[in-house]
Structures are given as C-alpha cells and as structure tokens.
C-alpha cells in the first residue's frame, strides 16, 4: 500500500488498470512461487501441480522453474504444458473420459504418469500399445474411496456416486489394480485419490489416505497420490488449514498406516488462487431504497463464473482508497444478460464508490481465468504477473477480431 493506494507486486493496481484495462486478472508471481515452494518442501517433492486451477505458457514455465511436475487432465492443457517446454516426464496425465487421440498424445509425448479412471480406459491403452509398439505405460490406478469431502456437491469427488474412478466398496478399485498389474501394456506404479476441491476438513483427507493406504498394501504398489482439493479461505470469516498441515495429515496418516514409499499431492487452487486478484471498472450504480444498491462492472460471469455455478462469496475492495471506512453495502454485478451474474452478492465499499472507479475482487486466481467463457462474445480479459515493482502482459485480451478465427464464410 502506497498513500492510502493498494499495491500488488509493488505495482500500483489503479495504474495498472490503465495501462492494461479493465478486467485485468492481476497475479503476484512472488506469490505464486512461494506457494510452490512451500508445498514442495512440505511433501518432500512429490507435488504435481493442478494445471486445471489456471494454466498459461507463463504459469507452466514457473511451476516448471520451480521443480513441481504439474498435472493435467484434457489433451489441450497437455498441449499447453508441452508447448512450454515442460517436461514429459513430469507430467501426470487425467481425465475421466480420456478419448483415444488424447491417450495416443500422453503415451506420445511420454508423460510421467497416466491415471487410469475405468476399464474403458484400460481397453483404449491395450489397443494403444498394440498399435503403436510402445513399451508398458506407467499408470496409477484411480480408485473412489467413499469418503464425504464435506464440500459443495459439484465439486465432490470421493464418494462412491461420481464419475470418478473405480469403488473400493464394490470391488471395482481391486479388479482395476490386478488388470493392471498383469497387462503387458501397463506398468501399475501406485494408487491415485481424490476427494473433492475446496476442502477444509482435514479428517477427511486422513480417512481417504487411511482407506487408500489399506487398499494398495496388499498389491505392494509403491506411489500413493492423494490428489489436491485444500480449500482457502474467500471471505472474512473463513479459515483453512495451511499447506503443511494438510502434508502433515496426509503423509502422517500413511506413514502410521506402514507406508515407505513416495507420498504424492496435486494441489492447485492451495497454490494459485490468492495469488491474483480481479480489477473492474464501474459502469453503474442502481440504488434501490430499501432493497440494495446494484453496482455493475465491465467482467462477470465469463471471467468468474464460480458465484453462479457454486454460490461461491468474494470480498470487493477500492484500490485507490484502501484504508477508507468500507460502509456501502452492494451487490456486484456483471454486464451480462442474466440475473444470476452476480459476482460479490453483499460486499462493502466506501461511501464515494462512484461511477469511474477501479473496484477489486481478491482470491481469484483460480477456476476465473481456466473456467472464463466467451459467453455474449465478451472479450476474455488479459493476465498480467506482476514482480519487484515491474509489471508483464502474459495473456493478451482478446479483441473481437479474434472472435472469427474459427469462423467458416
């Protein structure tokens, strides 16, 4: 904060704002390698970043300078990820619906790891090896152990009815690791898990390590993953644990379970997610007397669609007068033609909030930028990581021009 005015990066927002226009996802790079860092040393190495929280050419380039593998789960963010220059062999490949052409792209480009999801899968990588004469490719086995990751339905993945993975209850996760293991085109490494995103309950990460602990000791698999899915804290009020003590709940949990070998974690939005903030511009401010004042902005729903998907709460703030009492109660709201394109249900401003300013949403480095649309044909915003006071572009915004690339005449 530089007299009264919020700074990121040592970089002024309000002038970044014009610079680079509004909305401007704003990523402290520091930031963003100290999270590395820390989840790094707190397994041990072992860590794979969740490219799904939010990938560009210049997020995978830092978590690649910075030693982490990285994972990814659709054919185009494994194509970001090689385009890069990240390295194949520190890539873990998922998906629960992995077509034919993208296994044929990992196996390819040899990746690290393919985490098998379903029988269908192993069938696709049987033909695959076949057809292509490779060697046995290294997989884990996804297994759904049944535990209530205590999070929003949508984004829960570890009990017995979801899409993920084969079910230790019915049997399933065992009949997947004995394929495996006798496959000539697989080499069964270890056991993947993954419970839910936006997770706070440690006690339920240590009863999914409990459960995947006990199911691959009889297979004397060496790799357990444990996926990612810590939660952070959006709004006053909300509290997570931090990264060690999910590594601690993690890698205690199996080490007391008797297991010796590589304890491994995904974690994606633990990482990038208050590493970035959102810069918009007011356009309008509707009060309603007695109701609530509206104050619309120039993003929304196609670049944080999180509140409308998920009910998700933010906090809003005024870089250019940061200290000032927050004492106005709105709702911001996107540009778009829905009622539900909120993006701040009830946050505080000060009383002089006016038509003009910069307005900032924090905590939005994660699942904004990865899950944007182009819906209404708004242009997608640009992302700029900021370090030491200096600012760079790192995804330009998009301009209509843009919009009919793909377009057939």
């Not at 293991?181 to 839910?196: D, L, T």
């Not at 970035?276 to 511009?281: E, G, H, I, S, V």
């Not at 480095?365 to 182009?374: I, K, L």
């Not at 995804?395 to 843009?402: Q, S």
Request: net charge negative; proline share 5%.
């Amino acid at each position: 904060m530089v007299n009264g005015r919020l700074t990121v990066g040592g970089c002024d927002l309000v002038g970044l704002a014009e610079r680079y226009g509004t909305p401007l996802f704003v990523y402290d790079e520091a930031h963003l390698r100290r999270r590395c860092r820390e989840a790094s040393q707190a397994f041990g190495g072992g860590v794979s970043y969740a490219a799904k929280a939010f990938l560009c050419l210049a997020m995978a380039k830092l978590v690649e300078s910075e030693g982490l593998g990285m994972d990814v789960a659709t054919g185009g963010e494994l194509a970001m990820a090689l385009r890069a220059g990240f390295p194949p062999s520190r890539l873990v490949f998922h998906g629960n619906n992995k077509s034919k052409e993208e296994l044929a792209m990992a196996i390819g480009a040899g990746v690290g790891r393919v985490v098998v999801d379903s029988f269908d899968e192993m069938d696709r990588i049987d033909r695959l090896h076949s057809r292509m004469g490779c060697g046995p490719v290294d997989v884990l086995i996804r297994i759904t152990p049944g535990v209530d990751a205590h999070t929003h339905e949508f984004v829960a993945t570890g009990h017995d009815d979801t899409k993920f993975g084969f079910t230790v209850s019915s049997g399933a996760a065992d009949r997947a690791v004995r394929r495996a293991k006798e496959s000539p085109s697989m080499n069964a490494r270890g056991v993947h898990a993954h419970i839910g995103s936006q997770v706070f309950r440690l006690e339920s990460f240590r009863e999914a390590a409990r459960i995947v602990s006990r199911m691959a000791a009889p297979f004397g698999l060496e790799e357990l993953s444990l996926g990612g899915g810590l939660g952070v804290p959006y709004v006053e009020g909300e509290s997570a644990p931090t990264i060690g003590e999910w590594a601690e709940a993690l890698v205690g949990t199996c080490r007391a379970e008797g297991v010796t070998g590589p304890i491994m974690a995904e974690p994606g939005r633990a990482i990038a997610a208050a590493a970035a903030l959102t810069l918009y511009r007011v356009g309008t401010i509707k009060e309603i007397p007695g109701v609530r004042t509206y104050l619309a902005v120039d993003g929304g729903m196609s670049d944080n669609p999180r509140p409308v998907l998920y009910g998700s709460g933010y906090e809003v703030f005024l870089p250019r007068s940061v200290c000032a009492p927050r004492e106005r109660e709105v709702t911001v709201v996107g540009k778009h033609c829905e009622s539900g394109d909120r993006l701040v249900a009830s946050g505080w401003l000060p009383a002089g909030v006016e038509v003009g300013d910069v307005v900032a949403t924090p905590v939005t480095g994660a699942y904004g930028h990865s899950m944007g649309s182009g819906y209404q044909k708004v242009p997608r915003p640009p992302v700029v990581f900021v370090s030491g006071g200096d600012s760079r572009l790192v995804v330009r915004r998009e301009e209509h021009e843009d919009m009919f690339r793909l377009e057939v005449e």
